[in-house]
């Protein structure tokens, strides 16, 4: 029997009613949410991804000279003013070394050249173990990478004599590639820069050159070739620059203006390398609104310790550049 037009309006306004009381109920009692993704959702934009922070340490005496036989319990370490606790400690003695020497090859240094040469060669004698390699950079209007990292000396001399001088000067350029070659090793990094500090035909600027190398963890020791200390073309802001990278870094800068004194630097370099100490944290503070978080390192419990120097790198980025 057919139903008639009223029963079936009837039985549709049931229908409706019904729907929307389910609908009501189901805003009244919603579904339990799953704790770990409201987690997720809060700390999206503030979880910092940071693991073991390695801090390379050198601690100089009045004199200058590299201090050894330190213990852990002789340092304290901070990171944001906030104290933190030593994980790792180690005297980097042992560890292998990953050295970048770039030499600037511009018209300006064609003089000292091949003084330039001969003592970088003697460096890469006295100071490279068979764990350890060095890399060659001749830097000019261009950057040229005379040989990769290699422990092989005679490699290395054969890539050094072979450098030959350009025109401008690309520093900050060096600077940066090398910092990127530097990324991919491990162990300790550190670039030695021999160069009148002048920078005339860059493509990346101070701050890149900078960030590139402390990305990379490289200390940075420069050679600062001064051959006439009153001449009028003398570069003090390149200079300048390459004074606070080099602090920036934990590294450290030298004048040499004779063959006997840049001899010298590269030995105050090597003795540093084989006396430095690496402390490692992991940053008691997970959470960060700022890019860069900033390091400082104290020497205590030593008599001495109010007179000691000590130099490590300023900080480190959260987040790495891409590139």
């Keep these: 029997m057919r139903k008639s037009v009223p029963s079936l309006l009837l039985i549709g306004l049931i229908a409706s009613l019904g729907r929307l009381w389910a609908q009501q109920a189901a805003q009244q009692n919603p579904p339990p949410q799953n704790p770990a993704h409201s987690e997720h959702q809060a700390e999206t934009t503030l979880k910092v991804d940071v693991n073991l922070v390695n801090v390379f340490v050198t601690v100089t005496d009045s004199t200058g000279a590299p201090v050894g036989g330190l213990t852990k319990d002789n340092f304290t370490l901070e990171e944001d003013g906030r104290p933190q606790t030593i994980k790792v400690f180690d005297k980097e003695s042992a560890l292998p070394l990953s050295i970048a020497l770039d030499i600037d090859t511009s018209l300006s ?55 030959r001088v350009g025109a401008a000067t690309a520093m900050f350029d060096a600077i940066y590639l090398t910092s990127r070659a530097l990324d991919h090793r491990k162990g300790r990094k550190v670039m030695v820069l021999i160069t009148d500090g002048g920078d005339t035909i860059s493509k990346v600027d101070y701050k890149e050159a900078l960030r590139a190398a402390e990305e990379a963890e490289a200390l940075v020791y420069s050679i600062i070739i001064v051959p006439i200390e009153s001449s009028a073309g003398r570069e003090t802001g390149g200079e300048h620059a ?82």
């Excluded at 240094?109 to 490279?128: C, G, M, N, V, Y």
């Excluded at 490692?280 to 503070?285: F, G």
């Design 109 to 163: 240094t064609r003089h000292d050249l091949p003084l330039e040469q001969a003592s970088a060669k003697r460096f890469a004698h006295a100071i490279l173990r068979p764990v350890d390699a060095l890399a060659v950079y001749a830097f000019s209007e261009t950057v040229h990478e005379a040989t990769g990292f290699t422990p092989d000396l005679k490699h290395i001399d054969e890539s050094i004599d072979h450098i």
């Design 242 to 323: 390459l004074i606070q990278l080099s602090e920036d870094t934990g590294g450290k800068y030298y004048y040499a203006t004779s063959t006997a004194q840049l001899d010298d630097a590269f030995r105050k370099i090597s003795d540093e390398l084989r006396t430095q100490y690496l402390l490692a944290y992991y940053p008691s503070q997970q959470t960060s609104f700022s890019q860069f978080r900033r390091i400082a390192v104290k020497v205590a419990g030593v008599p001495d310790a109010p007179a000691y120097g000590v130099r490590h790198r300023a900080g480190y980025y959260t987040t790495k550049t891409d590139f």
